[in-house]
């Protein structure tokens, strides 16, 4: 196989809108979990330690949070069907990809310094349907100005 057909089946899994997520991020993953017959949604927040392949359909970060005093890391897939939704929390300052001295820091020392975004802003998907839309519009108003306009012209027959 070739490597432009592999990446052609690689662009047709991808999600058509994610959220920018960097290292050093607090982060909330909605997942969908099945037990049984039923689904239901877990949250998982954490700081982001690691991205990679950020570009390719096999997109993943790292996500570590500390439960009842112990460490707990999870790899999410970000174009995963599983994975619902991404939603960034807070953004830190921070000068390198992979952050994984955190995991052997514990308390204040654990900490990133925070840095000002926009949390709308960033966690705002991109409408992957806007041309829909505008088709939509562009029909509705040629179908609207003829009635307008027989309208129009009975009212100034009738006068």
């Known amino acids: 196989m070739s490597f432009s057909i592999l990446k052609k089946i690689g662009d047709e899994q991808k999600k058509p809108a994610v959220v920018d997520v960097r290292s050093g991020d607090t982060v909330k993953v909605t997942q969908k979990i099945k037990e049984g017959e039923k689904f239901r ?5 954490g700081v982001v330690i690691r ?32 994975v619902e939704k991404i939603e960034i929390v807070r953004r830190g300052k921070v000068r390198r990809n992979n952050l994984s001295y955190l995991r052997s820091r514990s308390g204040k020392s654990a900490r990133l310094r925070a ?4 949390r709308i802003a960033v ?19 040629p179908e609207e100005a003829p009635e307008k306009s027989v309208e129009e012209s009975s009212a100034k027959v009738e006068k």
Do not use: M
């Open 115 to 118: 840095k000002a975004f926009d």
């Open 51 to 82: 991205v990679d392949r950020k570009g390719s359909h096999t997109a993943r970060i790292t996500v570590r949070k500390i439960a009842s005093g112990v460490g707990v890391e999870k790899s999410f897939l970000i174009h995963n069907p599983l």
């Open 123 to 141: 966690n705002a998907l991109a409408e992957s349907k806007p041309e829909e839309k505008t088709e939509e519009k562009v029909e509705k108003k």
């Open 41 to 45: 949604f877990q949250v998982f927040e």
